[in-house]
């Protein structure tokens, strides 16, 4: 069987990362603040923002929410947004995605400050990766990239494989496993013969909410396997993968829960940390 690849040690690391940086910041009175606007009551994005706020609270980062109803204005949003780039207390603002369908995602994401970005998804963050300047990099690519490299495996040279191709996690991760020499694909809801691509990878990594997508048949031998899917089944939460089709496959493989989840909770903290080093160092 391969190792399951359980984050928790390297989630911990970075978390003691960020609270060094966040005690620099302390010593000179700097309390960092994170603001997360969330609009309607998503049940998943609920879920997501009590952990980011448990993670805030350990490491005493103020932890401003912002609720609004799915009938909120865009406008409304939009000037809550401005109000917050130019709040001295709040060094980061995170929009919970996914918005409601009427909203202009882009329009919105691209009214925050790119310095105040936690999230790495304005044009000018994600621009920047295209650059191979990795400033402020999505939490949950970020995560992956992380996990992957604590298990020493070598990117350079591997075929990567990416299921999902959205900007919170497929194409930032696909820019970050390009700048570390990865020859990478992209798989999305169009791809004709997804078995096709994911038996030629080194590196699979999915992320789509759909249980069991992934069996044992469409994984090469001696892969490494990251699960970044999150679906209910039966009541319990599961992955993108089935684990027991692929755990005596894959080299490494990651189980939900307990995989990548800790690992953005981890990277959001480090990326308010960088964010308030760099708001306070000018
Ligand atoms: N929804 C699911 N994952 C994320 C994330 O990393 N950031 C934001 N803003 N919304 C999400």
Redesign the pocket.
Known sequence: MGTVLISKKTAANLFKESNTLLEELRSKGVKPGLAVILVGNNPA?EL?IKKKKIACDELSITFELLRFDEKVSQEKILQTIDKLNNKETINAI?????LPKNFDTPKILNTISPLKDV?G?TAFNLGLLNYEKEEIV???AQGIVRLLESTGTVIEGSNACIVNHSI?VGRPLSQLLLNRGATVTICHSKTTDLAMHTKNADILITAVGKPKLINGTMVKSGAIVIDAGIAKENGKTVGDVDFESVKDIASYITPVPGGIGPM?IACLVFNVAKLAMLHNSA
Request: net charge negative; hydrophobic share 35%; with cysteine.
């Open positions: 994005s997501y995170l929009v919970q995605l996914p999230d998804f999505s939490c949950t919170v953005t």
